[in-house]
Structure formats: C-alpha cells, structure tokens
C-alpha cells in the first residue's frame, strides 16, 4: 500500500470529499460550490471537505477558489504546478482527499450533485462504487454522443474486464475502493476502467446528463482519441494480436500467390509483373507500419512507466485542514 493511504488515515478524516478537477471553470467554479454545498448542507452529510484541483488554468480558476477557500474552510484547494489533464488532476484529488466516502464530480455540472443523496443511500446498502450511467446527454453535438458510443462497445470487445457503457466519472466511492486506485501506479490512467478492474460491489445509477453551465468541453477530439488510445492501451494486449493475425493472412495469401505463379509459369503464361508487385509491396508495407505502430503505442508507454516518476506536482494546498499531512506530494512506489 502506498504510503498517501497511510497519510490520508493519519489526517483528520471526513465523512465525505468532494472532489473535482477543474480546468479554466472560472465561470462555474462558484456555481458548482454553491450548488455542492446546498446538497451537503441539506442531507446532513456529517463531515465533508470540497477538494477542488486547479489542473494548470489559464483563467483565473485559481484566483476563484482561494476566493471561496476563504469564505468557506470546508474547501481543500490544490494547485498543480501545470496543466496534468483530467485524469492526473482526479487522481491529484483522490489521493490527498481523506473522506470516509469520496464523490467525484466534474466541474462543469454536467452531472448534478443532487443526486448525492440517493447514491449515498446505494452506498449505505453496502455497494462500494455507484457510478452514473448515462441515459440521456444533452448539449452535447450529435459526433460526440455518436463517437462516445462507439468508443464504449469498442472497448468493450477488447478489453477483459466489463467496463460498464455511458459512464463517465461521476461517481461514488467508498474509502477501499479509493485505497485500491491510489495503489495503481500507471501514469496513463483510464479511471473508470481502473475502478471496474478493483471489483468489490458496484452498481450502476441512471441520470440525465445535462449540458455545461458554461464555458465549453475541455476534450477536443485529438484529447479523446489520445483518451480512448489510453483506455485501450491500459487494459488490453489484444492490438498487439493484430500482427500476428495479420502475418498468417500475408502468409496464407502469399501461398496463394506462388501456386498462381507456378502454375502461370508451368503453362508458359507470362505473369504481368508491375501493378501485382506494386500492389503486394503497399500493402505488406502498410501492415508492416501499422503494427510498428501498435507495438510502439505500447512501448512508449512501457518506458513511461518505468520511470517511475510522480503522476503529478503540487503547486500549493490551501486548506484549513491538517496541511501537514497532505502536504507530501504522491509518489508511485517502484
Ligand atoms: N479537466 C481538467 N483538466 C483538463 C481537462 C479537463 O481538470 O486538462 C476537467 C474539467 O474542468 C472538467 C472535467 O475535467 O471538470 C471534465 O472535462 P469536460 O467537461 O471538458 O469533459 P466532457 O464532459 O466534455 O467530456
Ligand atoms: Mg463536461
């Protein structure tokens, strides 16, 4: 185990954290905090901590939470020292959080915080992880809902483990299915593929999602495409397969190939050389590139990983609450 569980078990510990990644949210930071905090006021949650983790913003998120910070000592506010993405950032928050029960929520309020109530009910009944289950997504261009989609039933004939479909990280968790995540070390992290491989009990929430309260998606298509390379990548072997199915049909294809000739040399034909050959060489010249490719995908993240350096850096905590104990920066332990 690593040692931020220890630390996170010496801190003073919350019944609930609130955790949320925020990328250039200045114009909903406020709306979100007043909205979380009427849910966490209002079901009598106990205890609770909003960690919000400002992952590199250029606008001025920052400024924005250290503003609320000081209005309100419930807020944990991290600064990361440059813009890590999404998922380093959640990670960020996830390790320094200490909530008996950890709810993850994007900035944006796609997903609305006052369903906390009934997922916590799910949790009292004794599940471990409720995640939010798309049913219906709003505001959202016909190419994304199309390519999420895709994506999703993609995935799921790769991979192993049974990644649920429509999730995004919207969930609930409770403090070992979070001890269990914090213990994964891999830098490319696909969270909610990462939380289906630690098992326990889990169970789906449906909602509606909604559209952003404002500003606009901080996944273009070349972030989500690096996305859903990571989400292959992370928890299947099976591109790597490709190679070898393609080899035995260029070899079976091959074998076709010299029985024509044979016999087209055994009849006297002459066998009309350019277009064929042409064609044999881009086409074994392209799977060639294409496994490479693969092979190197896997690679590269193969020598990342080996360096073993930290997920992320932590700027500044500014908190009201056991800095010391926090303070330690998370570190894979090799
Ligand atoms: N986010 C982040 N770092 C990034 C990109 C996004 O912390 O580099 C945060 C963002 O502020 C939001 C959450 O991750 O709270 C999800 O991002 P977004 O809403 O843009 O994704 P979408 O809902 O469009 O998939
Ligand atoms: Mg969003």
């Known amino acids: 185990m690593r040692a931020t569980n220890s630390l ?7 019944d609930l954290s609130i955790v949320v990644p925020c990328y250039n949210e200045e114009e909903g930071i406020t709306e979100l905090h007043r909205r979380v905090s009427d849910v966490c006021k209002g079901m009598n949650a106990g205890s609770y ?3 919000l983790v400002n992952d590199g913003s250029r606008d001025r998120t920052w400024q924005f939470m250290l503003e609320l910070q000081t209005q309100d000592s419930h807020i944990v506010a991290i600064n990361l020292s440059r813009n890590f993405g999404h998922q380093l950032a959640l990670t960020a928050g996830l390790q320094i959080c200490t909530g008996r029960r950890v709810f993850v929520i994007d900035a944006d309020l796609q997903d609305p915080p006052e369903l906390l109530p009934a997922m916590m009910a799910r949790m009292d009944a004794g599940i471990d992880v409720v995640y939010g289950q798309r049913i219906k997504r709003e505001g959202e261009s016909r190419f994304k809902k199309t390519s999420a989609s895709a994506f999703y039933r993609l995935l799921d004939r790769l991979v192993d483990i049974d990644i649920p479909v429509d999730t995004g990280d919207f969930r609930l968790m409770s403090r070992r299915a979070v001890n269990a995540l914090n213990a994964m070390p891999e830098n490319h992290r696909f969270i909610r593929g990462m939380v289906s491989w630690i098992g326990l009990k889990q169970e789906a929430f449906p909602y509606e999602r909604s559209a952003r309260f404002a500003g606009e998606t901080k996944y273009p298509l070349i972030k989500m495409l690096k996305f ?25 294809l091959s074998g076709a190939l010299m029985l024509y000739v044979f016999v087209a040399w055994l009849l006297d034909r002459s066998v009309p050389g350019w277009s064929s050959l042409a064609i044999i060489m881009l086409t074994m010249g392209s799977c060639q590139l294409v496994v490479v490719g693969i092979l190197g995908e896997y690679l590269g993240r193969l020598y990342i990983e080996t360096k073993g350096r930290p997920l992320f850096v932590i700027q ?19």
């Open 49 to 51: 901590e909003i960690v």
């Open 228 to 252: 859903a390379v990571d989400a292959i990548t992370g928890f299947s072997t099976k591109p790597l397969r490709i190679a070898t199915y393609m080899g035995f049909f260029a070899a079976a």
């Open 316 to 334: 500044e905590i500014v908190t009201t609450r056991s800095v010391g104990a926090r303070a330690e920066p998370a570190h894979p332990s090799h």
């Open 8 to 14: 996170a078990e010496q801190a003073d510990n919350v």
